[in-house]
Nanobody, 125 residues
């Protein structure tokens, strides 16, 4: 069974940094566009960032642009989310997702057909 597993979440002070990893297992995700989404309690899941299958094209939500960076290492079948200058409003469960049907990134959750279980990120003030 193909799976995505997130790691690297935790508690961090406002202004600090954290790096999330998403490792694929069961099959290679090299040819899939990959994305990160997040969901805070009582809120809908929202788009954070996404990357094309070779990593040459990235898109970001306005709320994280300039602070977060997505990257991927296809040799390791892993995608990363580097989060800098974290704010309390970044607190959420972060999910990685894969889109097996296209090579370019999108911000639409419905386009992704593989999802991880999520990792908690908590930013204290």
């Amino acid at each position: 069974q193909a799976q995505l597993v997130e790691s690297g979440g935790g508690l961090v002070q406002a202004g600090g940094s954290l790096r999330l990893s998403c490792a694929a297992s069961g099959r290679t995700f090299t040819n899939y566009a990959m994305g990160w989404f997040r969901q805070a309690p009582g809120k809908e899941r929202e788009f954070v960032t996404a990357i094309s299958w070779r990593g040459g094209n990235t898109i970001y939500a306005d709320s994280v642009k300039g602070r977060f960076t997505i990257s991927r290492d296809n040799a390791k079948n892993t995608v990363y989310l580097q989060m800098n200058s974290l704010k309390p409003e970044d607190t959420a469960v972060y999910y990685c997702a894969a889109d097996s049907r296209r090579l370019i990134p999108t911000a639409t959750p419905g386009q992704y057909n593989y999802w991880g279980q999520g990792t908690q990120v908590t930013v204290s003030s």
